[in-house]
């Protein structure tokens, strides 16, 4: 009975000192949001004219480079942040995205994903989680969310927050949306493709 007591104890010690190590680097992060921890900036409005870009990343583990300007001549583009790779909620919607991929690219649509968090494990994050369907980008400092104002702070560390954008091969934003609920993310995308699809043909 004692021993027992004593390694339970000893169980919640060791689980308080690794979420505070984790949530110290800022990659506590869960589909759950932390009351009063958490500080998201408004994102581009819908209308709005969608900044140009270029980053590394990688596809199914490869790396690439990815223009923003050269996708949209293809049609348009999914471009998704979130906060970090192979976190719970971010893991999720990276699934949901990866079933959904073929779909997208029925209507014409390049799905890709952007963060700020881990950039060193984007690679993997392709390959693993968005099982080689779609690229993910690294976007060190966060200065490409800052440019479509998807940045989000926990304390003191800055990270992108989970928004999404479908943006038309004119650059105009069709939908601007941000929600904790990752899975939320690929119903909307999807409408707004899908609407985009019909119009055009």
């Known amino acids: ?17 690794s979420c505070a190590a984790v949530a110290a680097i800022g990659l506590c992060i869960s589909a759950v949001p932390f009351v009063g921890a958490h500080s998201a ?30 996708a949209l001549k293809k049609g348009p583009v999914v471009l998704y942040f979130f906060p970090a790779a192979f976190t719970q909620g971010c893991t999720l919607e990276a699934h949901a995205l990866a079933e959904a991929t073929d779909t997208f690219t029925k209507q014409g649509a390049t799905v890709v994903g952007v963060t700020a968090g881990n950039v060193d494990r984007v690679a993997d994050f392709s390959k693993d989680e968005c099982r080689n369907k779609f690229a993910v980008l690294a976007d060190p400092g966060a200065k490409v969310a800052g440019l479509y104002k998807s940045l989000s702070t926990q304390g003191t560390f800055l990270h992108s927050d989970r928004t999404s954008y479908v943006i038309a091969p004119d650059g105009q934003i069709l939908l601007s949306y941000t929600s904790q609920d990752p899975e939320t993310h690929v119903t909307k995308t999807l409408d707004a493709v899908t609407a985009w699809h019909a119009k055009v043909h």
């Open 41 to 70: 900036h408004a994102a581009l409005a819908e209308g709005a004219a969608a900044p140009d870009f270029t980053l590394q990343g990688a596809l199914g583990g490869k790396p690439l480079t990815f223009s923003l300007k050269d």
């Open 1 to 17: 009975m004692v021993k027992s007591m004593m390694k339970n104890k000893v169980m919640r010690a060791v689980m308080r000192q």
